[in-house]
């Protein structure tokens, strides 16, 4: 399996640099990093230059990319809200393109449960369109993530597969973030066996099905040994990320143990 790690745009010079030892002894095979576009101008320039000396020293670790997900960063609230968004989607990727990062994830945003869900799906569509099509040009895919609650667009698996056929681009796929999965008030694993096709990229953590904990495998009560075995039986081969909070690259070795267990 391949392993990568998230890296959030808070972490220093000095986290990245303690990261050497997972990539020297190909622990990890890939980050996702994230668009620092709410950092200050010192704190994008050594994020930035924190990625690029992992990619000039390790040319062969693989950039996923986190687009903007704040509450008003999303593709489906009213204009008034979300004004700039899809413009921030897309200078996000014009980011992530300087590292050759292929995949993007993305969050399609709140919605208001008083409006039909339709509504939104109906709305998102070409914004997704031109998001695809824009991305086209770095050779990059966008992938959506099902999201842990009903107050936010790509619920259920249904809904999710509904907008990715509609949209209709080749450059278009599924995240499938576990621990949003367990929360949510679907069979974890209905979202793997109904957009297995467009499945792309993985997030795990685990949780107690109570809130999105980011807790460490094992911490929760996801049934991994289930997870694992859909996988291996739809041939899933792309990233396995793990999404847990950590402090140090201490928890990150541990943390990768989880995996191993699966291989």
């Keep these: 399996m391949k392993k990568c790690f ?10 990245f640099e303690s990261y050497d030892c997972l990539f020297k002894n190909n622990i990890y095979q890939a980050i996702e ?3 620092p576009y709410q950092q200050s101008i010192s704190q994008l320039k050594d994020y930035t230059q924190s990625v690029y000396n992992i990619q000039n020293k390790y040319p062969n670790i693989e950039i996923v990319c986190h687009l903007p997900h704040a509450m008003y960063n999303g ?4 204009e008034h809200l979300n004004a700039g968004s899809l413009e921030i989607m897309m200078a996000a990727a014009k980011f992530a ?3 050759s990062a292929k995949k993007l994830t ?7 449960k008083e409006i039909d869900r339709q509504y939104y799906v109906d709305k998102v569509i070409p914004l997704l369109q031109t998001l695809c099509d824009y991305v086209k ?15 936010e667009l790509g619920y259920s698996p ?8 509609r949209v209709n681009r080749n450059n278009l796929k599924f995240i499938y973030d576990c621990g949003h999965a367990h929360v949510s008030t679907y069979d974890d694993v209905s979202y793997l066996y109904i957009l297995k096709d467009y499945l792309y990229h993985l997030h795990y953590s685990d949780n107690d099905s109570s809130r999105d904990a980011h807790g460490k495998m094992g911490t929760g009560n996801i049934d991994f040994d289930k997870q694992f075995k859909v ?4 041939n899933y081969n792309e990233l396995h990320c793990m999404e847990v909070i950590y402090k140090t690259v201490d928890d990150l070795l541990l943390y990768v143990k989880d995996f191993n267990k699966y291989e």
């Design 6 to 15: 998230t890296i959030n745009p808070m972490r220093t010079k000095e986290e």
């Design 33 to 35: 990093i994230f668009y």
């Design 75 to 78: 593709l489906c609230l009213d």
């Design 97 to 99: 393109s300087q590292f």
């Design 106 to 112: 993305l969050h399609l945003g709140h919605i208001n």
């Design 137 to 151: 040009q770095f050779n990059q895919v966008v992938m959506i993530e099902n999201m842990p609650c009903d107050n």
């Design 158 to 165: 249904e809904e999710l597969l509904e907008i990715i056929q």
């Design 231 to 234: 996988l291996k039986e739809i």
